[in-house]
Nanobody, 115 residues
Framework: QVQLVESGGGPVQPGGSLSPSCAAS????????MNWYRQVPGKDQELGAT???????LYGSIVRDRFTIHRDNTKRTVSLQMNSLEPADTAVYYC?????????WGQGVQVTVSS
């Protein structure tokens, strides 16, 4: 049983930064692969980043070296540092793990990039 709660979204100007964080209620958090995805209603969800138990990472093509994912197993959190944000980054960002049955999603945070 896992619950994920995201925070740290909001409005930001182009070129700015945000760092949403996801707090997990999971006894086995340290072995769970954790992900950040984003989604605009009616469009396909897009992978931002994945981090594994050993801190190995994968980044989606949307990132282009602008984002960094980090996990803190003591605090049971995973964050996504997003820099150089663009209007195309506007979406709801979700913390997700596929290491549970069924996969677990957080509630999502809105990120809006506009001048």
């Amino acid at each position: 049983q896992v619950q994920l709660v995201e925070s740290g979204g909001g409005p930001v100007q182009p070129g700015g930064s945000l760092s949403p964080s996801c707090a997990a209620s999971a006894d086995n958090f340290e072995i769970l692969p954790m992900n950040w995805y984003r989604q605009v209603p009616g469009k396909d969800q897009e992978l931002g980043a994945t981090i594994f138990f050993n801190n190995g990472t994968l980044y989606g093509s949307i990132v282009r070296d602008r984002f960094t994912i980090h996990r803190d197993n003591t605090k049971r959190t995973v964050s996504l540092q997003m820099n150089s944000l663009e209007p195309a980054d506007t979406a709801v960002y979700y913390c997700i793990t596929v290491g549970t049955v069924p996969p677990c999603w957080g509630q999502g945070v809105q990120v809006t990039v506009s001048s």
